[in-house]
């Protein structure tokens, strides 16, 4: 495949709702796209980092300068033969793993649109629907919370998620539990804890949680195995599991129980084929995050989320909780069983909007090839 340009666009949409967590709250998006010309078929890739380097020290004014210097130019320099090349093709740039994902996820809706496949078919799926949970962040009061949680599973959603930290936390499980005693519940704390905290953590265990998500520091894998020795509710790493290595030791020194993986977070759907790999190696169950994604990274989440050992409901949910109007037709439906219907169309089985990706359009440039 001959890559002829890469287009980077940054598109601002505001949220339908706001979204806080234990790092801040924000009430819209930017997000930086990117799409390819290849061989007469356009890819496209959403780079989820952030508008503030608090999950991750990557953030959208990092990702740009970064394509445009470095990881564009490497991408179009010969021939690549599948969106497999593209990880050692850009290895030589460390970190920037959610710019690195932009290019290689475009690269990859592009080989199936050449091989006129399905997305989900390229990278070896088989699940013909996929379960759905929420996550839902912090309220301004536990009484919005519980308001929140019942319209999402009136809707039909299979895991409730909720974000937590010290504060917000137990008085709110007690709420929740008190009024849903059995629903499928679980806490991501985004490292709002230490391991000093591990009496108030084992708390936790009195609420019958699915997992507790990165309870502790965002670049520490060994202190988790020490926390999950003292509590009975499954801990789940998001922020600290950049790459296979990463997930094989967590596995190996009983980390955690459970894996989230976030496609931009460990650089590409090779990475995040990988990590599912050698959870299923160590029997692990891993679901699939989300990074509050247009359309466009939705429908790649959805993608993966076929792959086998997807067994538990992801943050995958319907493009109506984040947006008015979201920037792929179909929107992305959650059937009242919870669970979305993955197509049989060629690529990711959803159509980019593009007049309205240029009406959210705020900045836009094209890269071709050096001499
Ligand atoms: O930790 O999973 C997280 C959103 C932004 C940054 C980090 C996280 C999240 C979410 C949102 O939980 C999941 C979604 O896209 O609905
Ligand atoms: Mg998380």
Redesign the pocket.
Known sequence: MKIESVTLREIQMPLVHF?E?SFGRIYSRRILLVSIEAEGVRGWGECVA?EDPF?SSEWIATAWPTIKTYLAPMLMQGKLETGRDCTSRLARVRGHRMAKAGLENAVWDAEAQQKQQPLWKLLGGTRREIACG??I?IQDSPEQLLEKIEVELAAGYRRI?I?VKPGWDLNVLEKIRSRWADIVLSV?A?SAYTLDQVEHLRKFDAFNLLMI??PLWNDEIYLHARLQKSMDTSICL??SILNARDADFALEISACRIL?I?VGRVGGFTEAKKIHDVAQRHDVPVWC?????SGIGRSHNIALSTLKNFRLPG???ASK??WKEDIIEPEVKVRADGMIAVNDQVGTGYKVREELVQKFTVREETFKPGK
Do not use: A, H, I, P
């Open positions: 979204f967590t952030g999950y929420v996550s962040g998620k974000k991501d985004n998500e990165q998001d922020e989230n976030k995050g989300g990074m509050l994604e943050d995958v949910s909780r984040y």
